[in-house]
Structures are given as structure tokens and as C-alpha cells.
């Protein structure tokens, strides 16, 4: 009788655990981006597939494509364009092994002859990518990826350009561009950084620029503040909390930008702001930009790097830390501005 009791409680037991086993949780499929969204007939093009499980099951990848050839490694896939045009899918499975899994898909278009103005967006202040900016450009719209990435195609290249982006978290960015008659690329790159909605009371100065000269740095110099005059670059990056109440958010040392400053707080006296040619090379061709942003709207200034002058300072302009006036200076000179 006995055996029979311990027999029954085993069998409880056994039935109370398996009604208890730990659910399987979802795989989440976290991003999955296109290097390029328009290609050329036999243009590679490298897709990456980012997916997490809380459960920390071992995750298999599974890719197709109904045209083209893919490789795969894995969460990486590398897709060889085919010679007909049109718009093609590349799918991605990622399966835990017990029963979950996510797919998720990029779209690539294939064109024949035409043009393409591609850039990445980023973050004036942290310098990262920036996701789901609604960029326009000639009538036609695309969304960043989380790469920051975005695409147009063009029937011809050469010609001025318009280009707006928005985003709910940062100031609306408008850009201009010109492509050369004699340009012979297939695709022309501009990239560009937006601004965090600033603070009440900060300034922010935005630098961007293109490929060449590499190495463009941004320079300010402050009133006196407890008596103190300071000067913040790359070798003296301020500080946000304390004097001089500025800070060199992002030095970029390889063409593009952004490079920022923000002043967080003002003193009277005058600021003076200007940009030094640190590599060497056409400064006056390096479509440089600035863009100034004032709180609490997004109101400012954009300043061009004039196409006229000789030196390797850009001196762009003047503030008020009173009144908070611009004094757009916009020369080109050979001697440090304030000196």
C-alpha cells in the first residue's frame, strides 16, 4: 500500500513539474540594413541582421532572395546585384531552435544608367546614427535606416539640389547642393547632422562639410567669465556644468563632421567662433556649412564658407552673450580671429 502512495505522489510531482516548465520567449528581431538601397547590375551589397533572445538559445540565420546571389555568414549576408532592374527582397528567418522565430526584409533597387545622391545622418551632438529621419529631395522622399543611411535616384546628376529631413526629436535640417556638369561618378555623397532640440538658454554651433580637406576644426572664445577668458577646441574641450559653461561636443578628424559646440550658458561680453583649416587643403571648396541653433526654438543662422579668401581660418561669426545678437563675420583670413 505503501509503495502505491509513493508511486501516486511521484506521478503528482511529475505532473505538478511539467505543467511548470519555463515558456519559450519570442525572438526579437532588432534591425536589419541595406549598405545601399539603389545598385548597379553586379554591385555588391552587404546586409546585416542584428536579432537578441532573452533566453540566450542559440539563433540560426536563414536568408533568400528571389533574384541575385547572396553569401551568407551567418547574421551577414552579401548580396551580388542581378543584370535585370526592378525592386528586389532580401528576407531574413532568425529561428531559436524551439519553436520562435522573426523575419524581417530590406528592399533594393536595381538601376541601369541614372544617379545616385546617398549620405548617412547623424547626431550633432553624440555623433551617432540617426533612425527614421524623413528626408525629401526633388520631389521624391525616403526614411533613414539605422545606419543612418538614405538614398535617391536620379535620372541625371548634374544640377543644384534641395534637401530637407525631419525628425520629431530634432531641429528640421535644410540643405543645398550643387553636382557639377563634369562630375563622373555614379553617385555623390552628402552627409549631414541634426541638431538636438536645444535646451532653454544653449547655443549650439553645427560644422559639416564634405570629403576634403579631412580634418576641419571648430574654435570658441569666450568673455571673461570669474575673470577667466577661455578658448575651446579639440586640446581644451570645455565643460558643460562649470566654467566656461561651452563644450566641444563632437571633433571629427575625417571629412564630413559634424563638429559642435554648445554653449550652455552666456556671459556678457562677446563670443567669437571660427574654424581652423587643421589639414591643409581647399578650404574655400569644402562646401562647409555651419548652423547655429538657439533655444528654445530652433531658430538660427546657416552660413556658408565664402568662396573668396585666402588663409586657413574661417572666422564665421560673433555673439553677443548679452543679447544673444549674431555678428556674422564670413571670411576667410591668415590670422587667428580674437588674437
Known sequence: MMKRNYATILLIVLVFIMSCEIPNNPVELVSLTSSESFVWSGDEVT???????????????????????????????FWTAPDSIGYYHIICKISDGVGSSAAGKVTIRVVSGGFVVKGSITDAVTNS???????????????????????????????????????????????NFVIPEDYTLKEYVYNFSMSPIPEPGE????????????????????????????????????????????????????????????????????????????????????????????????????????????????YVCEIDGESGSLNIINQIVEIVPGD
Request: proline content about 4%; aromatic content about 14%; some cysteine.
Open 203 to 314: 547655443i549650439r554651433f553645427v560644422l559639416n562639410w564634405g570629403a576634403e580637406p579631412r580634418d576641419l576644426d571648430s574654435h570658441l572664445k569666450t568673455p571673461e567669465i570669474d575673470s577667466v577668458e577661455y578658448h575651446i577646441s579639440y586640446s581644451n574641450r570645455g565643460n558643460a556644468y562649470d566654467p566656461p559653461y561651452a563644450i566641444l561636443d563632437v571633433d571629427d578628424t575625417d571629412g564630413y563632421g559634424p563638429e559642435t559646440i554648445t554653449i550652455k550658458q552666456t556671459f556678457s561680453g562677446t563670443y567669437i567662433y571660427y574654424i581652423h583649416n587643421y589639414s591643409g587643403g581647399n578650404f574655400s571648396g569644402s562646401n562647409g556649412t555651419v548652423r547655429v541653433y538657439n533655444s528654445p526654438s530652433c531658430d538660427g543662422e546657416k552660413i556658408d564658407i565664402p568662396e573668396q579668401g585666402s588663409g586657413r581660418y574661417w
Open 129 to 175: 546614427f540617426i533612425e527614421n529621419v524623413e528626408v525629401s529631395m526633388d520631389g521624391e522622399k525616403d526614411f533613414s535606416q539605422a545606419n543612418g543611411n538614405y538614398s535617391f535616384f536620379l535620372a541625371n546628376g548634374d544640377g543644384s539640389y534641395e534637401l530637407t529631413a525631419e525628425n520629431n526629436s530634432y531641429c528640421p535640417f535644410y540643405g
Open 47 to 77: 546586409i546585416a541582421c542584428q536579432a537578441q533572445d532573452i533566453d540566450n538559445d542559440k539563433l540560426s540565420y536563414n536568408w533568400n532572395s528571389a533574384g541575385g546571389e547572396l553569401i551568407t555568414k551567418k547574421d551577414t549576408a
